[in-house]
């Protein structure tokens, strides 16, 4: 199970953090994700962390501006979010990552909603 | 970046029908590293076939995928009522790991 929390209504320019409380299985053993929906678009994905932490991965479109991070020791993931654009607006998902395939995302928390406006 | 187009853009279809929906890549996805999930309304997403043509966990078998290269096709052979949502594709073999815009099937 994937529960993400943190989102809210935030200022262009603001900063926001994204909480994903992981449960259910081996947190350090599976890469872990965040993909966004902005309102009628389709799926984006946003930025991936493997097991260890070790490595991170962006899209160009938040790279700079968002940091991917994990706690195993507390079975969270995280996303900073800072210099934040309209464009940025949409319901965020924390994902996890296949034992195989570590950017294949087998299992979806619920979402939470990021809107960034004056 | 691996540019995934999905068609048709919406598909009206009674229970019991067969649907076909399409994903094309913009460059030959490596190694088959394509996917497809689902999303009803309400919901999250939910991983239906990855390598092309296995099926995730759960997934009953009137779900099928099939392609290579750079042409790929989900087929649900009697649409159930549930199986009535947004399809998108998307390629995991290298980054960024990019989704198609997705197929609403919706109940005619």
């Known amino acids: 199970q994937l529960l993400e929390s943190g989102g809210g209504l935030v200022q262009p320019g603001g900063s926001l953090r994204l909480s994903c409380a992981a449960s259910?299985?081996?947190?350090?053993?599976?890469?872990m994700g965040w993909v966004r929906q902005a309102p009628g678009k389709g799926l984006e994905w946003v930025s991936s962390?493997?097991?260890?932490?070790?490595?991170?991965y962006y899209a160009d479109s938040v790279k700079g501006r968002f940091t991917i991070s994990r706690d195993n020791s507390k079975n969270t993931l995280y996303l900073q979010m800072s210099s934040l654009r309209v464009e940025d607006t949409a319901v965020y998902y924390c994902?996890?990552?296949?034992?195989?395939?570590?950017?294949?995302?087998?299992?979806w928390g619920q979402g939470t909603l990021v809107t960034v406006s004056s | 970046e691996v540019v995934l187009t999905q068609s048709p853009g919406s598909l009206s279809l009674s229970p019991g029908e067969r649907a076909t929906l399409s994903c094309r890549a913009s460059?030959?996805?490596?190694?088959?590293?394509l996917a497809w999930y689902h999303r009803k309304p309400g919901q999250a997403p939910r991983l239906l076939i990855y390598?092309?043509?296995t099926r995730a966990s759960g997934i009953p078998d009137r779900f099928s995928g099939g392609g290579s290269g750079t042409d790929f096709t989900l087929t649900i052979s009697r649409l159930e009522p549930e199986d009535f949502a947004v399809y998108y594709c998307?390629?995991?073999?290298?980054?960024?790991?990019?989704f198609g815009q997705g197929t609403k099937v919706e109940i005619k």
């Open positions: 994902v996890k990552g296949h034992s195989a395939y570590g950017f294949l995302f087998d299992c």
């Open positions: 259910g299985f081996t947190f350090n053993k599976h890469a």
């Open positions: 962390i493997s097991a260890s932490g070790a490595n991170s």
């Open positions: 460059q030959s996805v490596s190694s088959n590293y």
């Open positions: 390598g092309t043509s």
């Open positions: 998307q390629h995991y073999g290298s980054s960024p790991w990019t």
